[in-house]
């Protein structure tokens, strides 16, 4: 059974920093890609960032230059490292994970669809 708990969330001051991980079993974590999206209050799913064995990390445009995705195989864990947070980055912020198979070029867009595990969400909040 595929299992994903996200941990990290709090409550900080714009400008300030969080780091969520994601502590993945039950699969065979190269064969996967994990991702973090987010969704704010009213406001639909979207993409953060995403990790996989193939070509570069993914990252929403919001988000580049401000967070950075790292994984640790020996740990089946995924960081997201969260930096110069804004009001507007927060939201419940969810992992997920998507089969590698058929997918030769990894993972180009993030679409909630592609994702079919999914954790339970730790809530982020950036106070301004």
């Known amino acids: 059974e595929v299992q994903l708990v996200e941990s990290g969330g709090g409550l900080v001051q714009a400008g300030e920093s969080l780091r969520l991980s994601c502590a993945a079993s039950?699969?065979?974590?190269?064969?996967?890609?994990i991702g973090w999206f987010r969704q704010a209050p009213g406001k639909e799913r979207e993409g953060v960032s995403c990790?996989?064995?193939?070509?570069?990390?993914y990252y929403a445009d919001s988000v580049k230059g401000r967070f950075t995705i790292s994984s640790d195989n020996a740990k089946n864990t995924v960081y997201l490292q969260m930096n110069s947070l804004k009001p507007e980055d927060t939201g419940i912020y969810y992992c997920?994970?998507?089969?590698?198979?058929?997918?030769?070029?990894?993972?180009?867009?993030?679409?909630?669809?592609?994702?079919?595990?999914w954790g339970q969400g730790t809530q982020v909040t950036v106070s301004s």
């Open positions: 997920a994970a998507t089969s590698l198979m058929g997918r030769p070029l990894g993972i180009a867009v993030m679409l909630v669809a592609d994702f079919d595990s």
């Open positions: 990790i996989s064995r193939i070509g570069r990390p």
């Open positions: 039950g699969f065979t974590f190269d064969d996967y890609a």
